[in-house]
């Protein structure tokens, strides 16, 4: 089984930056479609950033130009730079890795990791 590990989180003033890293083992990284995504109190989950098999990356358009995901395939991992941090970046952050080996298998979700933004 995949198995997908985030860490990174923190608390921080709005304004500031944060680095999220996402541990892919069980499989190799960039053999899957990895995601970033996000979930705070009494809202629907959304998609953060998304780095397809051939490295295309994509971003939801409220964090486009503040967020930057990246991988590095050599260390398994994933990482979502967040810079210009606001408070409705406030949220539980999900890595999840998808379509690996094959579209429409399974999605192997992190635990999530806890993002406080502060004015």
């Known amino acids: 089984q995949v198995q997908v590990v985030e860490s990174g989180g923190g608390s921080v003033q709005a304004g500031g930056s944060l680095k999220l890293s996402c541990v892919v083992s069980?499989?190799?990284?960039?053999?899957?479609?990895m995601n970033w995504y996000r979930q705070a109190p009494g809202k629907e989950r959304e998609l953060v950033s998304r780095?397809?098999?051939?490295?295309?990356?994509t971003y939801g358009v409220s964090v486009k130009g503040r967020f930057t995901a990246s991988r590095d395939n050599s260390k398994n991992t994933m990482y979502l730079q967040m810079n210009s941090l606001k408070t409705e970046d406030t949220a539980v952050y999900y890595c999840?890795?998808?379509?690996?080996?094959?579209?429409?298998?399974?999605?192997?979700w992190g635990q999530g990791t806890q993002v406080t933004v502060s004015s």
């Open positions: 069980g499989y190799t990284l960039n053999r899957c479609t």
């Open positions: 780095i397809s098999t051939t490295g295309t990356t």
């Open positions: 999840a890795a998808s379509n690996c080996g094959f579209i429409g298998g399974p999605i192997y």
